[in-house]
């Protein structure tokens, strides 16, 4: 079988010709085979994107082995003690897709269908976003399969130090660096800072990212992730000769990098149409008082019943009459079931992977640019680096810096993925990827195979 089966939707199984070892040729995504218990539909998804960029590179299959397979994985079940007395068993997971890079970066996801395919595809689309960054580190993922919502702030502080204390052997400053993703925030950092510090005997602010200012977290990083979506905006707006006030925004989305992307849209004059949360959307065609809905939510917590606009359903705020769609909720929100209706004429991804193989190739035929999230959505990592080096060197930085590096470091991402994009002859998904990947690739086979 050749390498590019790799992009095929099915792949016919095969056996492994060597028990417990593969080629890139055997890689399968339809079923789980024994030793490979990392596929998923959505890894499935990350090596479908893997192997259209590696095809235009001509990457030979040794290295897409090497760079496909997350390096190494941890899987943990540990017990809790919830606040009624009783005992409840929990699964961690923390992949750390490749070492070639330096340590590895990447947040902790709480949530209830967490598994261990959605870390390890999470973790490789880290190791690209960085990479693309030009940031030192290789990707990873990690997380707790529980449900934040049900937990009391005890609950989750038992389980997030457990779990802390079963990654102990795998994470370190020089190791391998958490950080906040769904369901966790500097409150969970805390935690984890504290735990791993207990645990060493002395405090290592740097072992993790997305901590409270108050212990040696960065200002601007819970900013960075939504306010990097809008300077990706920026930077495709002056490409294309559009204007930010003149424009109409759909956000999926309210959390960290909704809520951030849709306020700083609104502050330069965008008219944001239609938000959403897990309960549904609210839209209004002529611009959402966005300070408004953030002082509602403040309030109500969930968007739902915010008086100046109509309710709209998860589904159909997708397909809203407006110029860009920033997807900044879940994975696979855009498929071939919707593509061919949405309305936008870009999308820009807040979410890592919003955006399936299938719909990205019906959203081209329809002439519809991506900006895709290993670009889009970096501002996140990047702060991250910032506090890591800034808890290395012990010494802070300002706001005014904070911002400034993560504007030039997102426009020199963006400027590199569309130079890439024309050079050749890609989407903007399939160019991020392929140079992310060169960089690896140059990496991996520097560092060559040990022993
Ligand atoms: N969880 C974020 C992401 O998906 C940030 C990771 C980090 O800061 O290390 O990019």
């Not at 391998?176 to 002395?202: C, H, K, L, N």
């Amino acid at each position: 079988m050749s390498s590019t089966a790799l992009e095929d939707d099915s792949v016919p199984g095969q056996a492994a010709a060597r028990p417990g070892g593969r080629t890139a040729g055997e890689a399968r995504f339809d079923d789980v085979p024994l030793g490979e218990e990392w596929h998923s539909p959505l890894y499935a998804m990350a090596c479908r994107q893997f192997a259209r960029a590696a095809d235009v590179l001509a990457l030979e299959d040794e290295l897409r082995t090497r760079l496909l397979e997350p390096r190494r994985s941890l899987v943990c079940n540990f017990p809790a003690r919830m606040d009624n007395g009783e005992v409840i068993n929990y699964t961690g997971y923390r992949v750390q897709h490749t070492l070639a890079m330096g340590p590895t970066k990447g947040g902790l996801r709480f949530a209830p269908d967490l598994g261990f395919g959605e870390c390890a595809a999470l973790a490789m689309w880290m190791t690209w976003k960085c990479s693309l960054a030009g940031l030192p580190f290789g990707g990873a993922k990690g997380g707790v399969r529980c449900d934040p919502h049900a937990l009391s702030a005890g609950e989750m502080e038992r389980i997030t130090r457990r779990y802390t204390a079963e990654l102990l052997p795998i994470v370190g400053p020089d190791m391998d660096i958490p950080a906040p993703d769904m369901g966790t925030s500097e409150r969970e950092m805390a935690w984890f800072y504290d735990t791993y510090s207990q645990s060493v005997g002395y405090s290592v602010p740097a072992v993790v990212t997305g901590k409270p200012v108050a212990l040696g977290g960065t200002i601007g990083r819970h900013d960075a992730t939504g306010l990097g979506v809008v300077f990706s905006i920026e930077s495709a707006f002056e490409e294309l000769g559009w204007s930010l006030p003149e424009s109409s925004f759909v956000v999926q989305g309210f959390g960290n990098v909704g809520s951030v992307a849709a306020r700083e849209l609104h502050a330069r004059g965008g008219k944001v149409v239609a938000v959403s949360d897990i309960r549904g959307a609210i839209a209004n065609p002529h611009g959402l008082d966005i300070p408004a809905v953030l002082r509602w939510v403040d309030e109500h917590y969930y968007l739902e019943g915010f008086p100046d606009a109509e309710p709209v359903s998860g589904e159909a705020m997708l397909e809203l009459d407006c110029d860009v769609l920033v997807p900044a909720a879940r994975e696979e929100q855009i498929t071939e079931r919707n593509a061919d209706r949405l309305k936008c004429k870009l999308v820009v991804e807040g979410a890592n992977g919003p955006t399936t193989p299938a719909a990205d190739r019906i959203l081209s035929d329809r002439g519809i640019s991506v900006v895709p999230d290993i670009l889009a959505n970096s501002g996140g990592v990047i702060v991250s680096y910032f506090e890591w080096v800034q808890s290395h060197q012990k010494y802070s930085w300002q706001a005014l810096e904070v911002q400034e590096r993560l504007r030039t470091q997102m426009r020199s991402a963006y400027d590199r993925v569309r130079g890439a994009a024309v050079e050749l002859g890609v989407d903007n998904r399939t160019a991020a990827l392929a140079s992310a990947i060169t960089h690896v690739s140059e990496a991996a086979k520097l560092r060559a195979i040990y022993p």
